[in-house]
């Protein structure tokens, strides 16, 4: 069984500019969640999609924004790209079901952004 | 606000001996917590979990304690492995999943 897949795997942005990362979940999986990690701050929650559905968010400004599709593919949206936005950005994916079952959270590889 | 803290951000053991990596925690309504392995270039995979109704969970090589009413846990990693080498993070659950900032572990052979 393939695992998680993220595209691209490595971005280099500049200043104002936007961004749209892909998360391609393990297939059945329909949940999916979005983290960035950063060095000082670790791996914070972004958002959790669901069924089409975002089921959860995190605090994060609305400059980040994100979307599932039907296949539960998901991609995540960042508007106005700021020099504190590099970071590692991850996502993962679980069954679901009730509420994301996190023994069974795959991470995908992550996609390295870097903002000039 | 960091609600989960890993205070040591690195950890230097001998092959073969205890590692032993902290955890601290400020919500008492987490419920559940889970520590992460990750590798360079790779996304974390799940290692162990603890529900907050036990203190000690084991598995292997690795065993996780829980100390509620100090907010702190600890995973144990017995006899330390130079594959064990990586950076390993702790979270904990509420309506979301919480991380702390890691611990980079690094196994001397």
């Known amino acids: 069984k393939a695992g998680v897949t993220q595209t691209p795997r490595y971005l280099i942005k500049t200043r104002g500019q936007q961004v749209t990362l892909s998360c391609s979940p393990i297939s059945g999986h329909r949940s999916v969640s979005w983290y960035q990690q950063t060095p000082g701050q670790g791996l914070q929650f972004l958002f959790e999609?669901?069924?089409?559905?975002?089921?959860n968010k995190g605090n994060f400004p609305g400059r980040f924004s994100g979307r599932q599709f039907s296949n539960s593919r998901s991609e995540m949206n960042v508007s106005t790209l700021e020099l504190g936005d590099s970071a590692l950005y991850l996502c993962?994916?679980?069954?679901?079901?009730?509420?994301?079952?996190?023994?069974?959270?795959?991470f995908g590889p992550g996609t390295r952004l870097t903002v000039l | 606000d960091q609600q989960v803290k890993q205070n040591s951000p690195s950890l230097s053991v001998q092959e073969g001996r205890i590692s032993i990596l902290n955890c601290d925690y400020t919500n008492s309504m987490f419920d559940y917590f889970l520590w992460y392995k990750k590798y360079p270039a790779e996304g974390p995979t799940f290692l162990i979990s603890?529900?907050?109704?036990?203190d000690k969970n084991e598995d292997g090589r690795f065993t996780v304690f829980l100390n509620k009413s100090a907010k702190h846990l600890s995973l144990h990693i017995v006899p330390s492995q130079p594959g064990d080498s990586a950076v390993y993070f702790c979270?904990?659950?509420?309506?979301?999943?919480?991380f702390g900032t890691g611990t980079l572990l690094a196994v001397q052979p």
């Open positions: 603890i529900s907050s109704i036990k």
């Open positions: 979270a904990a659950t509420g309506d979301k999943l919480i």
């Open positions: 999609y669901f069924s089409e559905t975002q089921r």
């Open positions: 993962a994916s679980s069954l679901g079901q009730a509420q994301p079952n996190y023994n069974e959270q795959f």
